[in-house]
């Protein structure tokens, strides 16, 4: 049953709106709230802990089951980070407090930074991108500023077909241009044909490593060659980490510029639009131009120092989605290197187990050694006239969250597979199970495909639609 809001419930006769108090304050008129939202629907203790316990169960998380989404690291969230980033002592703090009473925060603010270097083989970062998408954003304009301060004119930025679309984005809202190249036949970017893009009007290439299709880029040495050699600089989406970490660092790949999604690897939760975090990190020639203000340590006190006159300033307010920084903190501190390392290699063995098992009635187009994920192709039942949608909506129906479909752009009817390191070998047998059972009867009963999903209350929405004319309030 679709539970609708608590002010629908006014309708019920026993129900009666409670107006707020009436008392004098002395809040400045322009700020009193007005209209309806002063209306409060009367309603018992129990009306309303069943109103969210059912609005609950519409949801699907990684807390029910399997979240293969593709792209997305959809694994499990530590309760712990939770119970942590909710301490009093986080919670009841404000950014405007003096720097002596928030020690412990800044605390972690500089010792998360100093992790995520460690980690990515990086010299600088800042944690205050709220997503990835802002995090390439940030890294464009230093990248700009850098190039400026130089006083070089470099306006291309050069981003594969495989790229996840905010790369393109991004680079033209930092007032770039964008050159695609091809993938090639191994569904990698190969260094012969990035040489003839590269030249003194290149400023960056984008690359995700490993790719979108779960592949290691195995040129990037000789692709980081040729593009310093140019005079040019390497970005790396940071979104695909989990497939790498512990075991080898952008960094060391000749990396210059990386962005990391605190709620793909770093275990945050995500899914909704809830805050996220997508910190950047620069190698040294770039770190003037982070923003500020940033959390430096002196005589073992922490500070913020906005003394940068080469930083392009703020891009969030304050230091970024701090209790999510917490979290981060919490799950890197939590891990240790041992446990770091484990997430790429237990990650990598689900991914390929599945690739394996799915293989065996999926067409799999860049059929090699994964990472953390790969890409299956429904393209063989458009004749029967399903499409990688239909076989997605029908996975909702055996309770399964769908993989992420039509991405890459590369894969057509793309289906794209992320388990996760904290998925048992168990969950991944019914995911195969469940899959299978979706695709036989895709032969034998397409009906039931193209009319899925059957067993949830939201059928086939308007897509589109619903991005384009985005309603977010009641
Ligand atoms: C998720 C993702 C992004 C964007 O990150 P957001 O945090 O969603 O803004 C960029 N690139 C790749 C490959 C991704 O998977």
């Given at each position: 049953?679709?539970?609708g809001?608590?002010?629908?419930?006014?309708r019920?006769?026993v129900?009666?709106?409670?107006?707020?108090?009436?008392?004098e304050?002395?809040i400045?008129e322009?700020?009193?709230r007005?209209?309806?939202?002063?209306?409060?629907p009367?309603?018992?203790?129990?009306e309303v802990v069943?109103?969210?316990t059912?609005?609950?169960r519409?949801?699907?998380?990684?807390?029910?089951?399997?979240y293969?989404?593709?792209s997305?690291?959809?694994?499990?969230?530590?309760k712990i980070?939770?119970?942590?980033?909710e301490?009093?002592?986080?919670?009841?703090?404000?950014?405007?407090m003096?720097?002596?009473?928030?020690?412990?925060a800044l605390?972690?603010?500089?010792?998360?930074?100093?992790l995520l270097?460690e980690i990515?083989?990086m010299?600088?970062?800042?944690?205050?991108?709220?997503a990835?998408?802002?995090?390439?954003?940030?890294?464009l304009?230093i990248a700009?500023a850098?190039?400026?301060?130089?006083k070089e004119?470099?306006d291309?930025?050069?981003v594969p077909?495989?790229?996840?679309?905010?790369?393109?984005?991004?680079?033209?809202?930092?007032g770039?241009?964008v050159?695609?190249?091809?993938?090639?036949?191994r569904?990698l970017?190969?260094p012969s044909t990035?040489k003839h893009?590269?030249?003194?009007?290149?400023?960056?290439i984008m690359?995700t490593n490993?790719?979108?299709?779960?592949l290691?880029e195995?040129?990037?040495?000789?692709?980081?060659?040729?593009?310093?050699k140019?005079?040019g600089l390497?970005?790396?989406d940071?979104a695909?980490?989990?497939g790498?970490?512990g075991?080898t660092?952008?960094?060391d790949?000749?990396?210059?510029?990386?962005?990391?999604n605190?709620?793909k690897?770093f275990?945050?939760?995500?899914?909704?639009?809830?805050?996220?975090?997508g910190p950047?990190g620069?190698?040294?020639?770039?770190v003037?131009f982070?923003?500020?203000?940033?959390?430096?340590l002196k005589e073992?006190v922490?500070?913020?120092?906005?003394?940068?006159p080469?930083s392009i300033?703020?891009?969030?307010?304050?230091?970024g989605n701090?209790?999510?920084l917490i979290?981060?903190?919490s799950?890197?501190?939590l891990l240790g290197?041992?446990?770091?390392?484990s997430?790429a290699e237990?990650s990598?063995?689900n991914?390929?187990y599945?690739?394996k098992?799915i293989?065996e009635?999926?067409?799999?187009?860049?059929?090699r050694?994964?990472?953390?994920?790969?890409?299956?192709?429904?393209k063989?039942?458009r004749?029967?006239?399903i499409?990688?949608l239909d076989i997605?909506?029908?996975l909702i129906?055996?309770?399964?969250h769908?993989p992420?479909?039509?991405?890459?752009l590369?894969v057509?009817e793309?289906f794209?597979?992320?388990?996760?390191?904290?998925?048992?070998?168990?969950?991944?047998n019914r995911?195969?199970?469940?899959l299978?059972?979706v695709?036989e009867?895709?032969?034998?009963?397409p009906?039931?495909?193209?009319e899925a999903?059957?067993e949830h209350?939201?059928?086939r929405i308007d897509?589109?639609?619903?991005?384009?004319m985005l309603?977010?309030k009641?």
């Open positions: 049953m679709l539970e809001s608590l002010f629908e419930k006014k019920s006769k129900t009666k709106y409670v107006d707020t108090p009436k008392v304050l002395e400045p322009r700020f009193l007005r209209g309806s939202l002063s209306k409060f009367s309603l018992s203790e129990l069943r109103h969210f059912n609005l609950s519409l949801n699907y998380g990684i807390d029910n089951n399997i293969p989404l593709g997305c690291s959809m694994k499990y969230n530590p980070n939770e119970s942590l980033a301490l009093d002592e986080f919670v009841d703090i404000h950014p405007y003096d720097e002596e009473y928030v020690q412990g605390k972690i603010i500089y010792e998360l930074e100093r270097c990515t083989g010299d600088g970062f800042t944690l205050q991108p709220s990835g998408a802002h995090g390439e954003l940030t890294g304009l700009k850098y190039f400026k301060d130089k004119e470099r291309l930025v050069i077909d495989s790229a996840h679309g905010t790369n393109p984005a991004s680079a033209v809202m930092a770039f241009k050159v695609e190249v091809k993938s090639d036949e569904g970017v190969s990035i893009f590269l030249n003194d009007r290149t400023a960056l690359l490993p790719n979108t299709l779960g290691f195995e040129d990037i040495e000789e692709i980081a060659y040729l593009t310093h140019v005079g390497l970005y790396y940071g695909n980490l989990n790498i970490v075991i660092r952008p960094g790949m000749g990396f210059d510029i990386v962005h990391l605190l709620h690897t275990s945050t939760p995500h899914g909704g639009g809830g805050p996220g975090s950047l620069v190698k040294d020639s770039l003037p982070l923003p500020v203000p940033r959390v430096s073992g922490y500070s913020l120092d906005y003394d940068f080469k300033g703020k891009v969030k307010c304050f230091y701090f209790t999510v979290k981060a903190y799950y890197i501190r290197r041992e446990g770091l390392r997430i237990i990598t063995l991914a390929n599945l690739q098992r293989g009635f999926l067409e799999i187009p860049y059929k050694l994964c990472k953390h994920e790969f890409v299956a192709s429904l063989s039942f004749s029967k006239g499409r990688a997605a909506k029908r129906d055996k309770g399964f769908p992420t479909i039509y991405f890459p590369i057509e793309a794209m597979i992320e388990p996760t390191e904290t998925e048992s070998l168990d969950s991944l995911f195969v199970s469940a299978r059972e695709i009867e895709a032969d034998i009963n009906d039931i495909v193209k999903p059957k209350i939201i059928k897509e589109a639609k619903a991005s384009r309603k977010v009641w």
